[in-house]
């Protein structure tokens, strides 16, 4: 009994030992850059963006991402001092109250040595009274902002323009999807974007102020008066340089309470998002834009703030009928097409398909596969088209398959 007790003990142990990498923090991700998201205290849900933010940066691969979180409004500060120097980028997801001093210089002086900021969306309502700070973030909305803080920002006639008019700084119209418009096609954040792309429901900021100094304004978004907008250009995408340092800022991101955030989940906003962190943390992007990036028209959206994996992708198109929405199978497409130089990622994709093919889907779904596997189907695929060719539904589509896949043989 002693021994069994023991034996106990020791598996106990060895799970224990087992499952501590799993809970052990972000910096066990095997990333070129460490990122630091800054939160705690928000009038947005941080509790829901923040690690959203973390999920959308650790993406990418490039990144391992820690989080410094505040203590809650109203609590003591004085020993909030997150360490800035260990990090390639900060990113603010904060809005609350003030850092202590120490922690406030520690930032300006990360900045101005050359360090990477992202600001997100209401991260600019924060410290309307911390001049250096608005220097960092460029412009800023809320907190009694005014005309003290800055001109506006607009694109009029062709070009960026300043207006130093009085008024209240930060609004938004009702939430909808509105056309992002790059103004600066050559920056490497939005190098190879479509000029103009539609994103998702979103707050669209507008009547943002602040210094605007060293600001390049990447994107701005129309804000229609017929959404209770301003009727103006507003920015929606800048850079900042504060010091050496390197500042992205996007408006873009409204985020609060649960359930589906579709200003998030827009490959728009995820794909600057990387690309603007990238930049704000090495000077330069290395990353591609994706095939399911938005157009002018289309909206384009990852629910899990990524590409699906080919297994997500055939179970989502398993229940296909016409008339539902096809960007599963657009995107298998997608994934086929880019596969087509890769012969070991080729095979691995006919062997799911085939394996797809056996299973319960609709007919929809399997013509769909069928169609694909033409293109890229060997031998292997042959008995499953055999079998389909007995199914009135598949029939017509597998002796396609099986005349094109013998052809690519035989020639
Ligand atoms: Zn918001």
Known sequence: MKTIFRSIFILI?????????????????????????????????????????????????????????????????????????????????????????????????????????????????????????????GLGGWGDRNEKNGPYVRWKNGEITRDLSSGRAGSHGEQHAFVVTIREKDHPITKGMPETWLHAQDELYSELRGPAENMTVLATAFADTAKGGTGENEPALMTIKYGEGRVFHTTLGHVTGTGRHPAVECVGFIVTLQRGAEWAATGDVLQEIPIAFPGHNSLS???????????????????????????????????????????????AIELSLIDFLKDDATDNAKNYVLKELSLIGTKASIPVLEKLMKDDDTKEMARFATERITNNYTN
């Not at 009038?43 to 933010?53: D, K, M, Q, Y």
């Not at 603010?92 to 001093?101: H, Q, R």
């Not at 055939?314 to 657009?330: F, K």
């Open 301 to 347: 959206s990852w629910d899990k703030f990524r590409p699906y994996t080919l297994d997500e992708l055939l179970e989502c198109m398993e229940e296909y009928m016409p008339g539902d929405s096809r960007v599963c199978l657009q995107d298998l497409s997608n994934m086929i097409r880019k596969a087509s130089t890769d012969t070991d990622k080729l095979k």
């Open 13 to 137: 142990i060895a799970i224990g030992l087992l499952a501590i990498p799993a809970c052990q923090n972000d910096s066990e991700i095997n990333a070129p850059y460490k990122a630091l998201i800054v939160t705690g205290q928000n009038n947005h849900s941080w509790e829901a963006s923040t690690p959203i933010l973390k999920e959308i940066l650790e993406n990418t691969q490039l990144f391992a991402c820690d989080i410094a979180k505040s203590p809650a409004q109203g609590e003591d500060m004085s020993d909030y001092s997150p360490i800035f120097t260990d990090y390639d980028v900060i990113v603010l997801d904060y809005t609350g109250d003030a850092w202590p001093e120490k922690t406030q210089t520690a930032f300006l002086e990360y900045v101005d040595a050359g360090g990477g900021v992202v600001v997100y969306h209401a991260a600019n309502n924060a410290f309307p009274d911390w001049k250096e700070f608005n220097k960092v973030i």
